[in-house]
Every structure is written in C-alpha cells, then in structure tokens.
C-alpha cells in the first residue's frame, strides 16, 4: 500500500523560503514519477513540480521556475521527495500535495488528470 506522507508548509512573509518534504512508501521497484501539486482557494489543482524515477528528469511549472527546486532520496523502499521553495510570493500560498504515479513521467505526471497516489496536503501561507 502506498502511503505519501508531507510535512514542512507554514507562514512565510514574501520574498522568504520555505522546505517541504514527503516521505512516500510502499513502492514496489520500478519506473514512476512523483511530484507537487497544490490548489489555491477557489482554483483547480495544479502540478507545480515532478521528477521521474531513475532519469531523474524534472518539470516544473512556468510559474515557479527559477524559483522552486525538486529532489528525492531513495532509501530502500522510500522515497524522500523534496522541494525547495525560494522567493515565495503571496499567489503561492495553496495546499501542496505531494502525489504519485507508477509507470510515468515528471511531465506527464504533472499534467495528469486520474493521479492514483495523494498525500494528506499541507498549508503554504506566504503574506506579511
């Protein structure tokens, strides 16, 4: 069973950073991808970032580019997925969710409509 597990959201004035991580378990070995997304109020839920398994290519949002960095650590059977969030503006504050798919990539895992794996979400305030 696999279970996706965020932590790191809170406040943060404008212009600051913020870290948040993920620790995805019960992956069977194999070719996945795994990423952020997040909804703001009243919009639909967007991918922010992904990273495929293996390559370790990455996709990111135009809207975040330059400013967010994704990474992950495998450690046996989990991986630690995180992203670094720098110069944070008031339109990223949203629920992020880190999310998950087998058999994909960063790009189309971003994109996707039917993700099969989500994480509980956790809270991104950025104002001052």
């Known amino acids: 069973q696999v279970q996706l597990v965020e932590s790191g959201g809170g406040l943060v004035q404008p212009g600051g950073s913020l870290r948040l991580s993920c620790a995805a378990s019960g992956f069977t070995l194999g070719y996945y991808a795994i990423g952020w997304f997040r909804q703001a109020p009243g919009k639909e839920r967007e991918g922010v970032s992904c990273i495929s398994s293996g390559s370790g290519r990455t996709y990111y949002a135009d809207s975040v580019k330059g400013r967010f960095t994704i990474s992950r650590d495998n450690l046996k059977n989990t991986v630690y997925l995180q992203m670094q969030m720098n110069s944070l503006k008031p339109e990223d504050t949203a629920v992020y969710y880190c999310?998950?798919?087998?058999?994909?990539?960063?790009?189309?895992?971003?994109?996707?409509?039917?993700?099969?794996?989500w994480g509980q979400g956790t809270q991104v305030t950025v104002s001052s």
């Open positions: 999310a998950a798919a087998p058999g994909t990539t960063a790009q189309t895992l971003c994109s996707m409509a039917g993700v099969p794996y």
